[in-house]
């Protein structure tokens, strides 16, 4: 077997609407491409064998041991394949279920998808995968250590890129709310929310979270004053820089037992508690210098250490953290203990699981020396030996739960602190013998005040009650009646995407509102370009859902980024579907037209139940995705009579519909007219019908989202199909004595589009200068050729600079094939040279003719037609004396008999 390619899905996609993390794996069976499982001797045993816990998987049969009664059956090794992937992830620690597994058009390659939890995991574990089964054929078995090594890297892969846990809980409590988030691409940065409804965190420090306040609590000497200035408990204590200066520190804090520890230092590194002689001082200074250069030294305070967290000046929860410790059982060594202890699974490194694994330093030898033992000692049954006298859970310690026992008079004093300091979220560690009385009574202090705290000892107590932390933050960066999101409007379809897009956005402009879009041409935000390039794209519409300043998010959403990627957001508020066409078939295994349209409807699925799909009413493949989405549906409709927009309207669903020479949007018994196609720049006087659909489209997606019709028709007055507005969009150049077209067509649909237009023209000749992309199908070319044999008087046929593959020439004949088919006396020439073929048709254009050119290069063609010299860019004018009829001043009868 072979592994042809492998992509990584992260959103709505092809496979699954719900599922977003998948892997695609194009796989090349070989020689095993007719052979199924059974026939493979010994395959069955090998795999139950390296693999029993297959009894699982439940597959077609619908009970345990499912799967494997295919596999003795007789199944395809895709489909094992797939199985096999999604267990190794299991026995990793990461449970997923979801695979599917389709052979393409090409016999022997099959397609194999199966859900990660980790990118990196997900394309390891596939091809472990087919490693283990190609194997099993080979040699009857799998070996047990390759498969150890297997799973352990997959569990190393999954720790490595583990978010940690006080994020990990942020964002667990963000998916529960329905907020989306995002990792940016620095400085572990998350992002919650999109556009202008944000916010950022990283760790638990959040957008809100003040630097002054960060700064103080960093230094712990100022926090420690500024909260002595305010009457607070805290320990009494100086800072030092160097060793000749310990000594007095120790006697103005009063003497021994001290602490030292280093100013700027935290989760516990270089701090030595409960120091009682000159020697222990001494080791502890030289501890602190290797964390800070200043250091302080403190009075040690007897009692328990206690983080108090304080949320948005609330407290959220409390926990005594207990220090790293055994409990003997008057058998084991200590040595043998802590082993022991750190096997149990919730103990990890660092941060990555609810406890970190013990690990011993110079102080836990100084501290089990003074409690009389060594490693080798063995504890009396039920005798605690304390392993660290800090209890940062990062040194293995572990966390109570107290929450319900601090003493209001705490509670109160813990949160003016914070304010004091002047944080949003704050961990204050307070050492007290009672928590459940007042600090004062007990002779307790506030030790430190952390930016940032930790959230693991409170999500998951070694004891207790785990308290919801996250949802106090959420609650701070998102009260009740703030959005996290943005409108999200995506817009996909074989033809018209990207002036949709564009008009779609300018009409949106209308509100007053920065609207981010994505588009062929670039991405912009408000009038401004961010990026040039095609760039409809999840990683584009990612651009425009970080960016702070956009409202809106117009989405131009391409075939290719649905396969590569799955779409850039989880869920938009508008999905709009222009038209399904043969376009790009034989690509990405996309083979037919029913296949790209179940592509494509992946816009129309990925809404909110409350959102509208807005679906071509005059395509049926288009129309049927009404069957496949829970969203609300909107139709548009060049057929006033169109019994499918009758019976949504009766029903009293909304519909865009050209009608009388109207764009009108029809809901229940009324009906707003919105301005006469004729007015509208963008369809060029009324004689371009796809630009009008293209309108309607764009109006409806706008109007379904609370635009009114006063800015809808404002955005379609002043949109035009020009270089500046819609490059390669249907762009009419006049050059004196004839005129020039530049549209980007290049599929049989969209030159059909064009033929709808340059077929009104009258006046003179009409030249195409014609090709298309070098990866589309032979009988694509061909139907190129015929499509213009009946558009066009004469033709000269070029080829891409690109051919993407294909012997230079062989386009352009299968073009030229399907001319003659049509039409064999029809004049045409082959000039492959794209530069070449436009400057032919320029120079030969006689007086009132139409030249068309569909390019490659959209801004080549129009460089050369500049260079023309005197060159005017036409745009219909809109009619200023034209009479608007709408539902403000009456509707007119005809539209209401044919549509009710």
Request: hydrophobic share 40%; aromatic share 6%; charged share 25%.
């Amino acid at each position: 077997m072979r592994i042809l390619k492998i992509q990584t899905l992260r959103g709505p996609n092809y496979w699954s609407i719900r599922r977003h993390k998948l892997i695609v794996m194009r796989l090349d069976l070989e020689t095993l491409a007719e052979t199924p499982s059974n026939e493979i001797p010994g395959f069955y045993e090998g795999l139950v064998e390296a693999l029993p816990s297959l009894e699982g998987h439940y597959c077609s049969p619908g009970c345990r041991g499912g799967f494997l009664m295919r596999v003795k059956e007789g199944t395809m090794m895709g489909h094992i394949v797939e199985h096999v992937a999604l267990e190794l992830q299991e026995l990793a620690g990461m449970h997923v279920g979801f695979g599917r597994t389709r052979e393409t058009a090409t016999p022997g390659i099959f397609q194999v998808v199966i859900e990660y939890l980790n990118e990196e995991a997900g394309r390891y574990a596939g091809r472990a995968a087919v490693r283990l089964c190609q194997s099993i054929v080979d040699r009857g078995r799998y070996p047990k250590a390759e498969l150890e090594q297997d799973i352990q890297d997959l569990q190393d892969l999954w720790r490595e890129s583990s978010l940690g846990p006080s994020t990990e809980a942020i964002v667990k409590e963000a998916e529960k709310r329905g907020i989306p988030w995002m990792q940016l691409s620095a400085r572990f940065l998350i992002q919650l929310g999109y556009g202008v409804n944000q916010k950022r965190m990283q760790a638990t420090m959040t957008s809100k979270t003040g630097i002054l306040g960060v700064e103080l609590a960093c230094d712990k000497e100022a926090t420690k004053r500024i909260l002595a200035a305010a009457g607070a408990p805290v320990p009494r204590g100086t800072v030092i820089n160097f060793l000749d200066d310990l000594e007095e520190a120790i006697e103005y804090v009063g003497g021994y037992p001290i602490v030292i520890k280093p100013l700027d230092g935290n989760h516990g590194r270089g701090i030595t508690i409960d120091i009682r002689s000159w020697d222990e001082a001494e080791a502890a200074y030289e501890a602190a210098r290797q964390v800070s250069r200043s250091i302080i030294v403190e009075r040690y305070y007897v009692g328990r250490d206690h983080r108090v967290l304080v949320v948005d000046g609330k407290v959220v929860a409390v926990a005594e953290r207990v220090p790293a410790h055994v409990v003997g059982d008057g058998r084991s060594t200590i040595a043998d203990l802590i082993e022991e202890t750190n096997k149990d699974p919730n103990r990890g490194e660092g941060h990555d699981n609810i406890l970190t694994k013990i690990e011993l330093d110079r102080n836990s030898y100084q501290l089990l020396e003074r409690q009389g033992f060594t490693l080798n000692s063995v504890p009396p049954k039920g005798t605690i030996c304390y392993l660290r006298a800090t209890a940062n859970l990062s040194t293995g310690g572990s966390a109570v739960d107290r929450t319900d026992e601090i003493h209001p008079e705490t509670v109160w004093l813990a949160q003016r602190v914070v304010k004091i300091i002047g944080l949003d979220i704050a961990g204050l560690d307070v050492v007290t013998t009672d928590i459940s009385r007042p600090l004062r009574e007990v002779d307790a202090v506030i030790v430190e005040v952390n930016a940032a705290p930790g959230f693991r000892m409170h999500v998951a107590p070694s004891q207790g009650i785990p308290r919801n932390v996250a949802g106090a933050v959420m609650d701070m960066l998102f009260p009740s009646e703030q959005s996290s999101r943005i409108p999200i409007l995506s817009v996909t379809g074989t033809n018209g995407k990207t002036t949709t897009t564009r008009l779609l956005a300018h009409i949106y402009k209308q509100t007053g509102k920065v609207v981010g879009y994505t588009t062929t041409d670039g991405t912009y935000i408000g009038e401004y370009l961010v990026e040039s390039g095609d760039n409809t794209g999840p990683q584009s519409a990612h651009l425009i859902l970080e960016d702070p300043t956009v409202e809106v998010a117009v989405l131009e959403t391409a075939r290719g980024g649905i396969l590569r990627s799955g779409l850039g957001f989880e869920t938009a508020n508008v999905g709009v579907v222009l038209n399904v066409a043969a376009d790009h078939l034989g690509i990405g295994d996309i083979d037919t037209i029913d296949q790209l349209a179940n592509l494509k409807s992946v816009v129309a699925e990925a809404v909110f139940p409350d959102g509208y799909a807005v679906l071509n009413a005059d395509d049926h493949r288009v129309a049927a995705m009404a069957e496949r989405t829970k969203a609300n549906i909107a139709y548009f409709t060049m057929n006033p009579d169109s019994e499918l927009v009758r019976k949504h309207v009766q029903k009293r669903g909304v519909a865009a519909v050209y009608e009388n020479g109207y764009l009108s949007i029809v809901k229940g018994d009324w009906t707003h007219r919105i301005e006469r196609a004729e007015n509208i720049p963008l369809t060029m006087g009324g004689r371009a019908p796809f630009m009008i659909a293209n309108a309607l489209a764009a109006s409806l997606a706008a109007f379904v989202q609370n635009v009114t019709i006063e800015q809808i028709r404002g955005g379609l007055k002043t949109f035009r199909a020009s270089v500046s507005q819609t490059p390669g969009r249907m762009n009419l150049f006049n050059l004196g004595n004839y005129h020039a077209l530049v549209d980007y067509a290049h599929n049989p649909a969209s030159y059909e589009a064009v033929g709808s237009f340059v077929r009104n023209w009258t006046t003179g000749q009409r030249i195409g200068v014609i090709g298309g992309p070098g990866d589309r199908r032979d009988e694509d070319f061909v139907t190129l050729g015929k499509l213009s044999a009946d558009i066009f008087d004469y033709i000269i046929v070029k080829e891409d600079d690109d051919t993407r593959g294909r012997p230079r020439g062989s386009a352009a004949g299968l073009i030229i094939k399907g001319i003659t088919q049509v039409n064999p006396d029809c004049r045409y020439e082959s000039i492959l040279d794209e530069t070449a073929a436009i400057n032919k048709a320029l120079d030969m254009a006689p007086d009132n003719s139409l030249v068309v050119i569909l390019p490659e290069s959209v801004n080549r063609a129009i460089k050369l037609i500049k260079m023309r010299g005197l060159v005017k860019e036409e745009v219909q004018q809109q009619n200023t004396s034209t009479t608007i009829v709408d539902s403000q001043n009456g509707v007119t009868s005809s539209v209401i008999n044919t549509l009710l």
